[in-house]
């Protein structure tokens, strides 16, 4: 049982914002056991300003809640039976050369946090992509 709600605005005119949230976790059907690796809350937010005609900012965060990391928890360690929650902030741009060329810079977890995208696989720290997108 979950829900699932999705908000889209423009605040103003060069100001939109975005936000997901997803409540609940995934059951197996056969003996209600909750899944493992779903959170009971995941909320995403994107905010993207229009500073140019062809330059756009950006600012992301995202939160998810402990996650279970094993269907029969006594397989494992008590410490090793779930993964923290997760509390990450980005920011990027985006440059349109064209309607068919566009760069774009994106910083992921600014704040550094250290955490686990599955028992024993951490997650890189600030992570730093770019690139350019073609339409064709």
Do not use: C
């Amino acid at each position: 049982i979950g829900g699932q709600a999705s908000l889209q605005m423009k605040l103003i005119e060069k100001l939109h914002v975005d936000a997901d949230l997803f409540l609940g976790g995934a059951v197996n059907r056969t003996d209600d056991a909750l899944l493992p690796m779903h959170p009971a809350v995941d909320l995403r937010g994107r905010a993207e300003y229009a500073i140019t005609e062809q330059l756009t900012g950006s600012a992301t965060v995202q939160f998810q809640t402990e996650q279970r990391t094993a269907i029969a928890p006594t397989n494992l360690p008590s410490d090793q039976q779930t993964i923290g929650a997760r509390f990450l902030l980005g920011a990027g741009g985006n440059y349109r050369v064209n309607d068919n060329l566009q760069a774009f810079a994106e910083v992921t977890n600014l704040l550094g946090m250290k955490y686990n995208l599955w028992r024993g696989y951490e997650a890189p720290g600030i992570e730093l992509r770019a690139g350019v997108r073609v339409k064709f």
